[in-house]
């Protein structure tokens, strides 16, 4: 028995070595162009069978035009990050900012992921900024704190703001809207890098602070670096011998655990930026002023935090509340169709029913190439349920199949604990998808002041619910999309342009330097009458 396991293991070992082998070599090697105009042929039909608002914002002929050119343009063989370089750009002129391309990385033996696990990338560390056509760091989660504030000039020798400028043109917001863009690549900058340049053990920065330039190498450091020698040695047996802590702290470091634990599944938790996703507290000179920061609606047990949080507004009667969306890329509709319960001051249908191309979009979603057939085949098991679920919730009329979430459609009046009184709500250009639907009523009904820049996501709302991964099968070059229109009974013209504040407010570099809250800070001046 024993060595009848030991052969799985070995062989399930061979197995996974050859299959990183085989990965990397696949996306590695030159690409025929005969295969790469395959790929992109594959991905357009893709496009055209499941994306429901594929020509909203950009005629069918020019987006014929746009593939038919890239096809013309990929004339000569070229490996998977070079085609992803010319697809990505081509695909963002879909302008749906859930249409998405991503570069299948370098892969690693298991072996080399335990010991990759035991690092970290400096670069990584930067905390990113695009303003002001410059790249800066806005924070450093590594030891040097003196890089925060400084100017990113150069990255391994070339242009910091001739990347980021290349990198805006591989991803779309929705529609005609700008202001996601420098946002967006604030946010993602080393996801792009790496895209663009591959796996890195170092590199060579160049910043700049006000006539001064240095250059600092970032490498791939331990994450837990161990203690030196000598001060092990020089250090006494006292200071050596661990501490024993009482029952009593050792009860208290239980309990603040438990606490925290629970925390988490209430307000969601972010371990990358150690942040919670829901945060709420009492601002102002007064501590009267209530203020709500939703970094996402993705995690954590969100009925209960907003249960919690409004019943504390009422009890307090609070005339004054903040809700703060910026850098929200949104989530679950399911959340911001109960938030907004607590916001509305007349009753409501959420969203309508939603547009797609199949009656079955749940299944189209599940079987795609990217999901691994143990799961197709234990979704098999369930495609009559979900099958007949579908064709239940579907019904077709004027040539068009519509969605319908009988929960979010249907009529609903505002919740009891429903907050009445002045409501601020801050954007940006990364405020997108869900919390740009939950906008779109605040704005509409007139419900909210905004404050901030306009969204990155559409007022008119998106395709998103229910999305499809497909891997293109030479390049292995994934593109992601959604397969509803998701959209509140709302609507402005013209059409593809987020929700603008009521008042333009956009922080400076020197603001962002000196670690001011520009919009915040504008609206505690408007609550107290302040010039």
């Known amino acids: 028995m024993k060595k009848m396991c030991y052969t799985f293991i070995l062989l399930a070992f061979l197995v996974s070595c050859k299959s990183v082998e085989k990965h990397n070599t696949q996306i590695t090697k030159l690409h025929t162009i005969q295969d790469l105009h395959q790929d992109i042929d594959k991905l357009y039909k893709q496009l055209k069978r499941h994306h429901p608002k594929l020509y909203q914002y950009t005629p069918k002929a020019v987006l014929d035009f746009k593939f038919d050119s890239l096809k013309q343009a990929i004339n000569r063989p070229m490996d998977s990050r070079a085609f992803y370089k010319q697809l990505a750009p081509v695909v963002a002129q879909v302008k749906q900012g859930h249409v998405s391309v991503g570069l299948e990385g370098k892969r690693f033996t298991r072996k080399e992921l335990k010991a990759l696990k035991k690092k970290k990338f400096e670069f990584y560390d930067l905390d990113i900024v695009y303003l002001e056509g410059k790249l800066w760091v806005k924070n450093y989660k590594g030891n040097d704190s003196t890089l925060i504030g400084k100017e990113i000039v150069r990255i391994n020798g070339e242009s910091a703001t001739k990347l980021a400028e290349v990198y805006k043109t591989r991803f779309a917001s929705d529609g005609y809207n700008k202001t996601l863009y420098n ?11 790496y895209r663009d340049k591959g796996f890195l053990d170092s ?92 970094r996402s609606f993705t995690n954590g047990n969100y009925k209960r935090f907003y249960k919690e949080v409004f019943a504390k507004i009422d009890a307090k009667n609070t005339s004054h509340f903040i809700l703060d969306l910026r850098d929200n890329g949104g989530g679950r509709i399911a959340e911001i169709d109960y938030l907004y319960g607590y916001l509305a001051n007349k009753p409501f249908q959420f969203i309508k029913e939603s547009e797609v191309m199949s009656r079955t979009p749940f299944i189209k979603s599940v079987m795609s190439n990217t999901i691994p057939n143990s799961i197709k085949v234990i979704g098999s098991l369930f495609y009559p349920v979900v099958a007949t679920y579908s064709l239940i919730k579907t019904k077709t009329y004027n040539d068009k199949i519509y969605f319908n979430f009988n929960k979010y459609t249907k009529i609903k009046a505002p919740k009891p604990l429903a907050y009445t009184g002045k ?109």
């Open 183 to 193: 946002r967006y690549v604030s946010k993602s900058f080393s996801l792009y890098y």
């Open 203 to 294: 590199l060579q920065v160049t910043f700049k602070a006000k006539d001064s330039v240095f250059s600092k190498v970032l490498r791939r450091i331990d994450k837990n670096p161990k203690k030196d020698n000598k001060d092990s040695i020089s250090a006494s047996a006292e200071d050596i011998k661990p501490k024993k802590r009482s029952l009593e702290d050792k009860k208290e470091n239980r309990l603040a655990k438990k606490q925290f634990r629970k925390q988490k599944r209430k307000r969601g938790y972010i371990p990358k930026d150690k942040n919670f996703t829901r945060n709420f507290k009492y601002i102002g000179k007064d501590s009267t002023i209530a203020y709500m920061k939703l």
């Open 423 to 531: 409501l601020y709500v801050l954007i940006n250009g990364n405020s997108f998808s869900a919390s740009s639907i939950l906008s779109t009523h605040l704005k509409a009904t007139k419900r909210a002041t905004f404050i901030g820049e306009e969204t990155g996501g559409a007022y008119n709302g998106t395709v998103a619910g229910v999305f499809k991964i497909y891997k293109l099968p030479e390049s292995q070059v994934k593109v992601g999309f959604g397969l509803m229109q998701i959209e509140a009974p709302q609507k402005q013209n013209p059409d593809g342009f987020g929700i603008k504040p009521d008042v333009k407010v956009v922080p400076n570099i020197m603001d962002i330097q000196s670690g001011i809250d520009t919009e915040l800070e504008w609206i505690l001046k408007d609550i107290y009458n302040l010039d």
